[in-house]
Protein backbone atom coordinates (compact mmCIF):
# COMPACT_ATOMS: atom_id res chain seq x y z
CA UNK A 1 0.00 0.00 0.00
CA UNK A 2 1.48 3.28 -0.85
CA UNK A 3 2.38 5.18 2.14
CA UNK A 4 0.59 8.81 2.37
CA UNK A 5 1.90 10.33 5.32
CA UNK A 6 1.87 13.95 5.11
CA UNK A 7 0.22 16.45 7.48
CA UNK A 8 -1.45 18.25 5.47
CA UNK A 9 -3.74 15.35 4.49
CA UNK A 10 -5.14 14.95 7.28
CA UNK A 11 -6.21 18.74 6.63
CA UNK A 12 -8.61 20.42 3.78
CA UNK A 13 -6.98 23.97 1.93
CA UNK A 14 -9.20 26.92 2.46
CA UNK A 15 -7.81 30.73 2.44
CA UNK A 16 -4.04 29.56 2.05
CA UNK A 17 -3.80 27.26 4.98
CA UNK A 18 -4.75 23.81 6.22
CA UNK A 19 -7.52 23.43 8.47
CA UNK A 20 -9.82 21.03 10.17
CA UNK A 21 -13.77 20.95 9.77
CA UNK A 22 -15.13 23.55 12.41
CA UNK A 23 -17.11 20.71 14.00
CA UNK A 24 -13.69 18.73 14.56
CA UNK A 25 -15.58 16.10 12.49
CA UNK A 26 -12.92 13.50 9.79
CA UNK A 27 -14.03 10.89 7.51
CA UNK A 28 -12.23 7.93 6.47
CA UNK A 29 -10.90 7.39 3.00
CA UNK A 30 -10.68 3.47 2.59
CA UNK A 31 -8.62 1.36 -0.11
CA UNK A 32 -10.55 -0.67 -2.68
CA UNK A 33 -8.27 -3.10 -2.76
CA UNK A 34 -8.32 -4.20 1.11
CA UNK A 35 -10.33 -1.88 3.16
CA UNK A 36 -7.64 -0.82 5.38
CA UNK A 37 -7.76 3.32 5.76
CA UNK A 38 -5.75 4.91 3.48
CA UNK A 39 -5.76 8.34 5.62
CA UNK A 40 -9.00 10.34 7.30
CA UNK A 41 -9.75 14.01 6.30
CA UNK A 42 -11.96 16.45 7.49
CA UNK A 43 -15.81 15.90 7.71
CA UNK A 44 -16.73 19.69 6.10
CA UNK A 45 -20.05 20.98 6.48
CA UNK A 46 -22.11 23.88 5.09
CA UNK A 47 -19.80 26.24 7.59
CA UNK A 48 -17.03 25.00 5.98
CA UNK A 49 -18.47 25.49 3.01
CA UNK A 50 -19.36 28.82 3.84
CA UNK A 51 -15.89 29.69 5.09
CA UNK A 52 -14.00 28.90 1.53
CA UNK A 53 -16.98 31.00 -0.09
CA UNK A 54 -16.14 33.79 1.90
CA UNK A 55 -12.65 33.22 1.33
CA UNK A 56 -12.88 33.01 -2.35
CA UNK A 57 -15.53 35.91 -2.65
CA UNK A 58 -12.34 38.12 -1.22
CA UNK A 59 -10.09 36.89 -3.44
CA UNK A 60 -11.84 37.55 -6.41
CA UNK A 61 -11.43 41.34 -7.24
CA UNK A 62 -7.57 41.37 -6.76
CA UNK A 63 -7.35 37.88 -8.77
CA UNK A 64 -9.43 39.15 -11.69
CA UNK A 65 -7.11 41.99 -11.91
CA UNK A 66 -4.02 40.14 -11.97
CA UNK A 67 -2.80 40.03 -15.01
CA UNK A 68 -3.02 36.84 -17.27
CA UNK A 69 0.62 36.16 -18.15
CA UNK A 70 0.61 36.39 -14.19
CA UNK A 71 -1.82 33.96 -13.26
CA UNK A 72 -0.37 31.74 -16.18
CA UNK A 73 3.25 32.24 -14.64
CA UNK A 74 1.99 30.92 -10.96
CA UNK A 75 -0.37 28.09 -12.83
CA UNK A 76 2.83 27.07 -14.70
CA UNK A 77 4.97 27.21 -11.44
CA UNK A 78 2.20 25.03 -9.21
CA UNK A 79 2.56 22.72 -12.63
CA UNK A 80 6.30 22.44 -11.99
CA UNK A 81 6.14 21.34 -8.09
CA UNK A 82 3.25 18.81 -9.46
CA UNK A 83 5.86 17.36 -11.83
CA UNK A 84 8.56 16.91 -9.51
CA UNK A 85 6.11 15.01 -6.98
CA UNK A 86 4.08 13.13 -9.70
CA UNK A 87 5.28 10.28 -8.86
CA UNK A 88 4.13 9.95 -5.32
CA UNK A 89 0.80 11.21 -6.20
CA UNK A 90 0.08 8.93 -8.50
CA UNK A 91 0.65 5.63 -5.55
CA UNK A 92 -1.93 7.95 -3.48
CA UNK A 93 -4.19 8.25 -6.48
CA UNK A 94 -3.49 4.46 -7.04
CA UNK A 95 -4.02 4.22 -3.61
CA UNK A 96 -7.48 5.84 -2.88
CA UNK A 97 -9.38 5.24 -6.26
CA UNK A 98 -8.29 1.58 -6.90
CA UNK A 99 -6.54 1.69 -10.31
CA UNK A 100 -3.03 0.52 -10.84
CA UNK A 101 -0.21 2.96 -10.54
CA UNK A 102 0.71 3.08 -14.29
CA UNK A 103 -2.95 4.41 -14.98
CA UNK A 104 -2.97 6.79 -12.39
CA UNK A 105 0.34 8.21 -13.69
CA UNK A 106 -1.32 8.82 -17.06
CA UNK A 107 -4.32 10.18 -15.15
CA UNK A 108 -1.46 12.98 -13.71
CA UNK A 109 -0.03 13.44 -17.18
CA UNK A 110 -3.20 14.38 -18.23
CA UNK A 111 -4.16 16.67 -15.85
CA UNK A 112 -0.50 18.83 -15.90
CA UNK A 113 -1.62 18.70 -19.95
CA UNK A 114 -4.71 20.40 -19.42
CA UNK A 115 -3.38 22.55 -17.05
CA UNK A 116 -0.17 23.56 -19.30
CA UNK A 117 -3.02 24.11 -22.01
CA UNK A 118 -4.91 26.54 -19.88
CA UNK A 119 -1.99 28.48 -19.15
CA UNK A 120 -1.55 29.09 -22.31
CA UNK A 121 -4.50 30.19 -23.09
CA UNK A 122 -4.54 33.13 -19.62
CA UNK A 123 -3.27 35.76 -22.17
CA UNK A 124 -5.38 34.77 -25.81
CA UNK A 125 -8.80 35.32 -24.36
CA UNK A 126 -10.32 38.39 -26.43
CA UNK A 127 -13.17 40.22 -26.57
CA UNK A 128 -14.21 42.04 -29.85
CA UNK A 129 -14.55 45.38 -31.80
CA UNK A 130 -17.91 46.02 -33.49
CA UNK A 131 -18.79 48.58 -36.03
CA UNK A 132 -22.03 50.00 -35.59
CA UNK A 133 -24.19 51.96 -38.05
CA UNK A 134 -23.48 55.16 -38.14
CA UNK A 135 -27.21 57.00 -37.96
CA UNK A 136 -26.36 56.12 -34.46
CA UNK A 137 -23.19 58.21 -34.09
CA UNK A 138 -20.36 58.81 -36.56
CA UNK A 139 -17.66 56.73 -35.69
CA UNK A 140 -19.40 54.82 -33.03
CA UNK A 141 -18.41 51.09 -32.10
CA UNK A 142 -19.55 48.39 -29.81
CA UNK A 143 -17.26 46.36 -27.16
CA UNK A 144 -17.38 42.84 -26.49
CA UNK A 145 -15.82 42.47 -22.69
CA UNK A 146 -15.38 39.33 -21.24
CA UNK A 147 -15.14 38.99 -17.67
CA UNK A 148 -14.90 36.23 -14.59
CA UNK A 149 -17.96 35.18 -13.44
CA UNK A 150 -16.76 35.32 -9.94
CA UNK A 151 -16.49 32.21 -7.34
CA UNK A 152 -17.29 29.07 -8.71
CA UNK A 153 -17.95 25.80 -7.44
CA UNK A 154 -15.95 22.69 -9.06
CA UNK A 155 -17.71 19.11 -7.93
CA UNK A 156 -15.37 16.39 -9.19
CA UNK A 157 -16.67 12.21 -9.06
CA UNK A 158 -14.16 9.76 -8.09
CA UNK A 159 -13.47 7.83 -10.97
CA UNK A 160 -10.96 10.73 -12.57
CA UNK A 161 -10.53 12.81 -9.92
CA UNK A 162 -7.69 14.46 -11.11
CA UNK A 163 -7.82 15.29 -14.28
CA UNK A 164 -11.93 16.37 -13.56
CA UNK A 165 -10.26 18.77 -10.98
CA UNK A 166 -7.87 20.15 -14.09
CA UNK A 167 -10.93 20.70 -16.34
CA UNK A 168 -12.66 22.88 -14.07
CA UNK A 169 -9.98 24.68 -12.34
CA UNK A 170 -8.20 25.52 -15.36
CA UNK A 171 -10.23 27.44 -17.30
CA UNK A 172 -11.80 28.96 -13.74
CA UNK A 173 -8.44 30.27 -13.25
CA UNK A 174 -6.91 31.29 -15.99
CA UNK A 175 -10.23 33.81 -16.46
CA UNK A 176 -9.78 35.41 -12.95
CA UNK A 177 -12.07 33.28 -11.30
CA UNK A 178 -11.55 31.79 -7.59
CA UNK A 179 -13.02 28.16 -7.17
CA UNK A 180 -14.21 25.91 -4.35
CA UNK A 181 -12.89 22.16 -5.08
CA UNK A 182 -15.63 19.66 -3.61
CA UNK A 183 -13.88 16.38 -4.53
CA UNK A 184 -15.88 12.89 -4.01
CA UNK A 185 -15.85 11.60 -0.38
CA UNK A 186 -13.99 8.49 -1.53
CA UNK A 187 -11.26 10.60 -3.33
CA UNK A 188 -10.11 13.47 -1.85
CA UNK A 189 -6.10 12.72 -0.95
CA UNK A 190 -4.58 13.14 -4.44
CA UNK A 191 -6.76 16.58 -4.76
CA UNK A 192 -5.71 17.81 -1.61
CA UNK A 193 -2.02 16.94 -2.11
CA UNK A 194 -2.39 19.13 -5.58
CA UNK A 195 -4.35 22.17 -4.43
CA UNK A 196 -1.38 22.39 -1.69
CA UNK A 197 1.08 22.12 -4.80
CA UNK A 198 -0.59 24.54 -6.24
CA UNK A 199 -1.13 26.84 -3.82
CA UNK A 200 2.55 26.57 -2.31
CA UNK A 201 3.68 27.41 -6.03
CA UNK A 202 2.18 31.56 -5.23
CA UNK A 203 -1.34 31.53 -5.73
CA UNK A 204 -2.77 33.88 -3.65
CA UNK A 205 -4.75 32.77 -0.25
CA UNK A 206 -7.94 31.81 -1.06
CA UNK A 207 -7.89 31.95 -5.29
CA UNK A 208 -7.80 27.91 -5.04
CA UNK A 209 -9.91 26.39 -2.19
CA UNK A 210 -10.47 22.56 -1.67
CA UNK A 211 -13.42 21.44 0.89
CA UNK A 212 -14.10 17.83 1.97
CA UNK A 213 -17.23 16.88 3.18
CA UNK A 214 -20.24 15.06 2.00
CA UNK A 215 -22.22 16.15 -1.37
CA UNK A 216 -25.23 16.63 0.02
CA UNK A 217 -23.82 19.59 2.76
CA UNK A 218 -20.58 20.94 1.24
CA UNK A 219 -21.44 19.93 -2.30
CA UNK A 220 -25.25 21.69 -1.78
CA UNK A 221 -24.24 24.28 -0.16
CA UNK A 222 -22.15 25.65 -3.27
CA UNK A 223 -25.37 24.47 -5.25
CA UNK A 224 -27.19 26.90 -2.99
CA UNK A 225 -24.90 29.97 -1.99
CA UNK A 226 -25.48 32.83 -3.70
CA UNK A 227 -22.09 33.62 -3.58
CA UNK A 228 -21.50 30.92 -6.20
CA UNK A 229 -22.26 32.55 -9.40
CA UNK A 230 -21.06 29.13 -11.54
CA UNK A 231 -21.29 25.42 -10.99
CA UNK A 232 -19.43 23.06 -12.89
CA UNK A 233 -20.76 19.37 -12.43
CA UNK A 234 -19.44 15.80 -12.98
CA UNK A 235 -21.16 12.90 -12.22
CA UNK A 236 -24.12 10.26 -11.88
CA UNK A 237 -26.64 11.58 -14.16
CA UNK A 238 -29.00 11.78 -11.63
CA UNK A 239 -26.97 14.10 -8.94
CA UNK A 240 -26.75 16.48 -12.10
CA UNK A 241 -30.83 16.38 -12.25
CA UNK A 242 -30.22 17.38 -8.35
CA UNK A 243 -27.74 19.92 -9.16
CA UNK A 244 -30.56 21.70 -11.95
CA UNK A 245 -33.00 21.35 -8.96
CA UNK A 246 -30.95 23.60 -6.99
CA UNK A 247 -29.09 25.69 -8.61
CA UNK A 248 -30.94 26.23 -11.43
CA UNK A 249 -33.42 28.48 -9.81
CA UNK A 250 -30.23 31.06 -9.13
CA UNK A 251 -29.79 31.54 -12.95
CA UNK A 252 -26.12 30.30 -11.85
CA UNK A 253 -24.22 28.83 -14.85
CA UNK A 254 -24.18 25.32 -14.80
CA UNK A 255 -22.32 22.42 -16.66
CA UNK A 256 -23.21 19.08 -16.13
CA UNK A 257 -21.23 16.75 -17.37
CA UNK A 258 -22.79 12.90 -16.76
CA UNK A 259 -22.97 9.70 -17.69
CA UNK A 260 -22.72 7.84 -20.92
CA UNK A 261 -23.13 4.76 -22.48
CA UNK A 262 -20.82 5.31 -25.53
CA UNK A 263 -21.60 2.44 -28.48
CA UNK A 264 -18.46 1.23 -30.62
CA UNK A 265 -19.37 0.52 -34.10
CA UNK A 266 -16.82 -1.77 -36.16
CA UNK A 267 -17.05 -2.22 -39.93
CA UNK A 268 -15.68 -4.97 -42.32
CA UNK A 269 -12.66 -2.93 -43.58
CA UNK A 270 -11.57 -2.00 -40.37
CA UNK A 271 -7.81 -2.64 -38.90
CA UNK A 272 -8.79 -4.86 -36.42
CA UNK A 273 -5.67 -4.97 -34.37
CA UNK A 274 -6.10 -1.44 -33.70
CA UNK A 275 -10.01 -1.58 -33.30
CA UNK A 276 -9.64 -4.49 -30.83
CA UNK A 277 -7.36 -2.90 -28.88
CA UNK A 278 -9.27 0.09 -29.02
CA UNK A 279 -11.56 -1.70 -27.12
CA UNK A 280 -9.65 -2.80 -25.01
CA UNK A 281 -8.86 0.34 -23.34
CA UNK A 282 -12.11 1.69 -24.19
CA UNK A 283 -13.80 -0.46 -21.90
CA UNK A 284 -11.33 -1.79 -19.36
CA UNK A 285 -9.35 1.05 -18.23
CA UNK A 286 -9.65 2.37 -14.87
CA UNK A 287 -11.63 -1.08 -14.15
CA UNK A 288 -14.27 0.07 -16.54
CA UNK A 289 -15.37 3.27 -14.70
CA UNK A 290 -15.39 5.93 -17.63
CA UNK A 291 -17.76 7.88 -18.65
CA UNK A 292 -16.73 7.91 -22.30
CA UNK A 293 -15.86 4.28 -21.89
CA UNK A 294 -17.09 2.08 -24.29
CA UNK A 295 -20.37 0.66 -23.31
CA UNK A 296 -21.62 -1.24 -26.19
CA UNK A 297 -19.99 -2.75 -29.39
CA UNK A 298 -21.83 -3.44 -32.88
CA UNK A 299 -19.24 -5.51 -34.44
CA UNK A 300 -20.09 -5.92 -38.54
CA UNK A 301 -21.25 -9.67 -39.58
CA UNK A 302 -17.97 -10.15 -41.77
CA UNK A 303 -15.46 -9.31 -39.27
CA UNK A 304 -17.61 -10.24 -36.21
CA UNK A 305 -16.41 -13.39 -35.04
CA UNK A 306 -12.63 -13.08 -35.58
CA UNK A 307 -13.02 -9.46 -34.41
CA UNK A 308 -14.60 -11.57 -31.04
CA UNK A 309 -11.48 -14.31 -30.89
CA UNK A 310 -9.08 -12.07 -30.42
CA UNK A 311 -10.78 -9.54 -28.01
CA UNK A 312 -11.63 -12.56 -25.85
CA UNK A 313 -7.90 -13.63 -26.09
CA UNK A 314 -7.32 -9.78 -24.95
CA UNK A 315 -9.53 -9.72 -22.16
CA UNK A 316 -8.24 -13.41 -20.82
CA UNK A 317 -4.94 -11.43 -20.41
CA UNK A 318 -6.04 -9.23 -17.19
CA UNK A 319 -4.90 -10.23 -13.66
CA UNK A 320 -6.71 -8.87 -11.22
CA UNK A 321 -4.69 -7.73 -8.34
CA UNK A 322 -3.16 -4.95 -5.81
CA UNK A 323 -3.33 -1.97 -7.84
CA UNK A 324 0.16 -1.09 -6.29
CA UNK A 325 2.03 -4.06 -8.57
CA UNK A 326 2.49 -4.91 -11.15
CA UNK A 327 1.65 -8.83 -12.92
CA UNK A 328 4.27 -10.71 -14.85
CA UNK A 329 4.12 -10.38 -18.68
CA UNK A 330 1.68 -10.62 -20.74
CA UNK A 331 -0.59 -10.38 -18.41
CA UNK A 332 -2.26 -6.83 -17.58
CA UNK A 333 -2.90 -5.27 -14.36
CA UNK A 334 -6.77 -4.77 -13.39
CA UNK A 335 -7.38 -2.68 -9.96
CA UNK A 336 -10.68 -3.35 -8.10
CA UNK A 337 -13.69 -1.75 -8.68
CA UNK A 338 -14.26 1.61 -6.51
CA UNK A 339 -16.97 0.43 -4.16
CA UNK A 340 -18.64 -2.56 -3.11
CA UNK A 341 -21.46 -0.93 -4.64
CA UNK A 342 -20.25 -0.52 -7.50
CA UNK A 343 -20.03 -4.21 -7.61
CA UNK A 344 -23.69 -5.20 -6.64
CA UNK A 345 -24.76 -3.14 -9.22
CA UNK A 346 -22.42 -4.16 -11.99
CA UNK A 347 -23.62 -7.72 -10.58
CA UNK A 348 -27.29 -6.75 -11.05
CA UNK A 349 -27.44 -5.41 -14.21
CA UNK A 350 -25.31 -8.40 -16.22
CA UNK A 351 -27.75 -10.68 -13.90
CA UNK A 352 -30.76 -9.21 -15.43
CA UNK A 353 -29.34 -9.58 -19.02
CA UNK A 354 -28.41 -13.07 -18.30
CA UNK A 355 -32.18 -13.50 -17.12
CA UNK A 356 -33.31 -12.12 -20.59
CA UNK A 357 -30.92 -14.66 -22.66
CA UNK A 358 -27.76 -13.40 -22.42
CA UNK A 359 -24.44 -15.63 -22.63
CA UNK A 360 -21.56 -14.73 -20.65
CA UNK A 361 -18.26 -15.07 -22.95
CA UNK A 362 -15.98 -14.37 -20.26
CA UNK A 363 -15.26 -13.26 -16.48
CA UNK A 364 -18.03 -11.70 -15.13
CA UNK A 365 -17.78 -12.94 -11.35
CA UNK A 366 -16.09 -12.56 -8.21
CA UNK A 367 -12.43 -13.88 -8.08
CA UNK A 368 -11.84 -16.97 -6.35
CA UNK A 369 -7.98 -15.79 -4.69
CA UNK A 370 -8.81 -15.48 -1.02
CA UNK A 371 -5.98 -12.46 -0.92
CA UNK A 372 -8.56 -10.56 -2.84
CA UNK A 373 -11.49 -11.64 -0.57
CA UNK A 374 -11.85 -7.52 1.03
CA UNK A 375 -11.48 -5.95 -2.18
CA UNK A 376 -14.51 -5.30 -4.74
CA UNK A 377 -12.59 -7.44 -7.44
CA UNK A 378 -14.57 -8.50 -10.39
CA UNK A 379 -13.62 -10.61 -13.53
CA UNK A 380 -13.87 -8.04 -16.52
CA UNK A 381 -16.55 -9.68 -19.06
CA UNK A 382 -17.59 -9.96 -22.54
CA UNK A 383 -21.65 -10.56 -22.84
CA UNK A 384 -22.89 -11.94 -26.33
CA UNK A 385 -27.11 -12.29 -27.03
CA UNK A 386 -27.69 -9.75 -25.11
CA UNK A 387 -31.06 -8.23 -25.48
CA UNK A 388 -31.73 -4.29 -26.32
CA UNK A 389 -33.76 -3.71 -23.72
CA UNK A 390 -32.08 -5.29 -20.75
CA UNK A 391 -30.41 -3.20 -18.45
CA UNK A 392 -27.12 -3.82 -19.76
CA UNK A 393 -27.21 -2.02 -22.76
CA UNK A 394 -29.79 0.84 -21.56
CA UNK A 395 -28.10 1.85 -18.28
CA UNK A 396 -24.80 3.36 -17.87
CA UNK A 397 -22.79 0.62 -16.80
CA UNK A 398 -19.58 1.54 -14.53
CA UNK A 399 -17.37 -1.56 -14.71
CA UNK A 400 -15.72 -3.90 -16.81
CA UNK A 401 -18.50 -5.58 -18.90
CA UNK A 402 -18.80 -5.46 -22.58
CA UNK A 403 -21.78 -6.67 -24.30
CA UNK A 404 -20.96 -7.07 -27.95
CA UNK A 405 -23.61 -7.01 -30.83
CA UNK A 406 -23.68 -8.49 -34.33
CA UNK A 407 -24.90 -6.08 -37.41
CA UNK A 408 -25.29 -6.45 -40.71
CA UNK A 409 -24.79 -2.85 -41.88
CA UNK A 410 -23.82 0.67 -40.63
CA UNK A 411 -27.88 1.85 -40.97
CA UNK A 412 -28.37 -1.21 -37.82
CA UNK A 413 -25.48 -0.31 -36.19
CA UNK A 414 -26.36 3.55 -35.63
CA UNK A 415 -30.53 2.46 -34.74
CA UNK A 416 -28.98 0.71 -32.14
CA UNK A 417 -26.30 2.54 -31.22
CA UNK A 418 -28.93 5.87 -30.94
CA UNK A 419 -31.32 3.42 -29.12
CA UNK A 420 -30.23 4.89 -25.74
CA UNK A 421 -30.80 7.56 -23.56
CA UNK A 422 -27.58 8.74 -23.28
CA UNK A 423 -25.34 10.76 -25.54
CA UNK A 424 -21.66 11.09 -24.37
CA UNK A 425 -18.99 9.77 -26.60
CA UNK A 426 -19.25 7.75 -29.96
CA UNK A 427 -16.86 5.83 -32.46
CA UNK A 428 -16.85 4.09 -35.11
CA UNK A 429 -13.89 2.11 -36.82
CA UNK A 430 -13.38 2.08 -40.70
CA UNK A 431 -11.23 3.47 -43.84
CA UNK A 432 -14.50 4.27 -45.61
CA UNK A 433 -15.11 8.38 -45.81
CA UNK A 434 -18.80 7.93 -46.30
CA UNK A 435 -19.00 5.87 -43.59
CA UNK A 436 -17.39 7.83 -40.93
CA UNK A 437 -18.96 11.16 -41.96
CA UNK A 438 -22.53 9.41 -41.78
CA UNK A 439 -21.49 7.66 -38.38
CA UNK A 440 -20.56 11.61 -37.45
CA UNK A 441 -23.53 12.95 -38.92
CA UNK A 442 -26.29 10.40 -37.03
CA UNK A 443 -24.81 9.28 -33.99
CA UNK A 444 -26.32 10.85 -30.98
CA UNK A 445 -23.28 11.89 -29.32
CA UNK A 446 -21.03 14.83 -28.33
CA UNK A 447 -18.23 13.12 -29.78
CA UNK A 448 -17.51 10.45 -32.53
CA UNK A 449 -14.02 9.25 -32.64
CA UNK A 450 -12.70 8.10 -35.85
CA UNK A 451 -10.49 5.22 -35.26
CA UNK A 452 -9.30 6.61 -32.42
CA UNK A 453 -9.83 5.59 -28.48
CA UNK A 454 -12.33 7.34 -26.45
CA UNK A 455 -10.74 9.90 -25.07
CA UNK A 456 -11.21 13.43 -23.91
CA UNK A 457 -8.50 15.70 -25.22
CA UNK A 458 -7.47 18.64 -23.82
CA UNK A 459 -7.45 20.57 -26.63
CA UNK A 460 -11.31 19.87 -27.78
CA UNK A 461 -14.37 20.33 -26.53
CA UNK A 462 -15.76 17.81 -24.66
CA UNK A 463 -19.49 17.25 -23.72
CA UNK A 464 -22.78 15.30 -23.82
CA UNK A 465 -26.08 15.51 -25.18
CA UNK A 466 -29.64 14.07 -24.07
CA UNK A 467 -28.92 12.53 -20.18
CA UNK A 468 -24.97 12.88 -20.64
CA UNK A 469 -25.43 16.76 -19.61
CA UNK A 470 -25.14 19.96 -20.74
CA UNK A 471 -22.25 22.11 -21.78
CA UNK A 472 -18.26 21.60 -22.28
CA UNK A 473 -15.03 20.82 -20.42
CA UNK A 474 -12.05 20.62 -22.28
CA UNK A 475 -11.00 23.05 -25.23
CA UNK A 476 -10.48 26.86 -25.49
CA UNK A 477 -14.42 26.75 -25.22
CA UNK A 478 -14.39 25.76 -21.48
CA UNK A 479 -12.99 29.03 -20.44
CA UNK A 480 -16.77 30.67 -22.21
CA UNK A 481 -18.47 28.94 -19.26
CA UNK A 482 -16.36 31.01 -16.81
CA UNK A 483 -16.65 34.38 -18.31
CA UNK A 484 -19.39 36.78 -18.71
CA UNK A 485 -20.20 38.22 -21.71
CA UNK A 486 -20.67 42.24 -21.62
CA UNK A 487 -20.96 44.90 -24.10
CA UNK A 488 -20.58 48.64 -24.15
CA UNK A 489 -21.51 51.15 -26.65
CA UNK A 490 -18.61 53.80 -27.46
CA UNK A 491 -20.39 56.65 -29.01
CA UNK A 492 -20.40 60.53 -28.95
CA UNK A 493 -17.12 60.53 -30.82
CA UNK A 494 -16.29 63.15 -33.23
P1 LIG B 1 -21.90 11.32 -8.05
O1 LIG B 1 -22.91 12.07 -8.81
O2 LIG B 1 -22.34 10.37 -7.01
O3 LIG B 1 -20.88 12.30 -7.30
C1 LIG B 1 -20.16 13.29 -7.98
C2 LIG B 1 -19.81 14.42 -7.03
O4 LIG B 1 -21.01 15.08 -6.62
C3 LIG B 1 -19.13 13.96 -5.75
O5 LIG B 1 -18.18 14.93 -5.36
C4 LIG B 1 -20.29 13.93 -4.76
O6 LIG B 1 -19.90 14.08 -3.42
C5 LIG B 1 -21.07 15.14 -5.21
N1 LIG B 1 -22.47 15.14 -4.81
C6 LIG B 1 -23.26 14.09 -4.48
N2 LIG B 1 -24.50 14.52 -4.16
C7 LIG B 1 -24.50 15.88 -4.29
C8 LIG B 1 -25.48 16.88 -4.09
N3 LIG B 1 -26.71 16.60 -3.70
N4 LIG B 1 -25.12 18.17 -4.31
C9 LIG B 1 -23.88 18.48 -4.72
N5 LIG B 1 -22.90 17.56 -4.90
C10 LIG B 1 -23.21 16.27 -4.70
O7 LIG B 1 -21.01 10.61 -9.17
P2 LIG B 1 -19.86 9.56 -8.97
O8 LIG B 1 -18.83 10.13 -8.05
O9 LIG B 1 -20.46 8.25 -8.67
O10 LIG B 1 -19.18 9.56 -10.43
C11 LIG B 1 -19.46 8.66 -11.43
C12 LIG B 1 -20.37 9.28 -12.47
O11 LIG B 1 -19.71 10.40 -13.07
C13 LIG B 1 -20.70 8.36 -13.61
O12 LIG B 1 -22.06 8.45 -13.92
C14 LIG B 1 -19.86 8.91 -14.76
O13 LIG B 1 -20.35 8.58 -16.04
C15 LIG B 1 -19.89 10.36 -14.49
N6 LIG B 1 -18.79 11.01 -15.18
C16 LIG B 1 -19.06 11.84 -16.25
C17 LIG B 1 -18.03 12.40 -16.99
C18 LIG B 1 -18.29 13.31 -18.15
O14 LIG B 1 -17.37 14.05 -18.53
N7 LIG B 1 -19.47 13.31 -18.73
C19 LIG B 1 -16.63 12.11 -16.67
C20 LIG B 1 -16.47 11.23 -15.54
C21 LIG B 1 -17.53 10.71 -14.83
P3 LIG B 1 -19.81 12.79 -2.44
O15 LIG B 1 -18.73 11.92 -3.00
O16 LIG B 1 -19.49 13.38 -1.13
O17 LIG B 1 -21.16 12.12 -2.48
Redesign the pocket.
Known amino acids: MAEVASASMTKMYVKGQWVEAQSGETQEVRSPHDGSVVDTVPRGSRDDARAAIRAAEDAFPEWADTAADERARLILAGVEKVKEKQKDLAKVLSAEQGKPVFEAMGEIHHFLHGMTFYAGLASKIRGAQVPLPPDMGKHSYGLVLKRPVGVCGA??????PIT?MG?KIGPALIAGNTVIV??????PLTSLQIIGLLNEAGLPAGVLNCV?????????E??ENPVVRRIA????????R??ME?AGPQFKRIT?????SDPMIVMPDADLRKAVSGAMIGRFWNCG?????VKRLYLHEEIHDEFLEALLKKVGSYELGDPATRPEKPFVRMGPL?TAE?REEIESQLADATSKGAEVLIGGSRPDDPALGSGHYFHPAVVANVSHHSRLVQE?V?GPVLPVFKVKDLDEAIVLANDNQYG?GSSIWTQNLTWSNQAIREIQA?VTWVNQIHY?YDELP???VKA??IGH?HGPEAVDYYQETKGAVIGGLA
Open positions: IVPWNFLTKPASSTTGPGREVGELLFTGESGTGRVVLELGGQACLAHQEFLGGFGGSGE
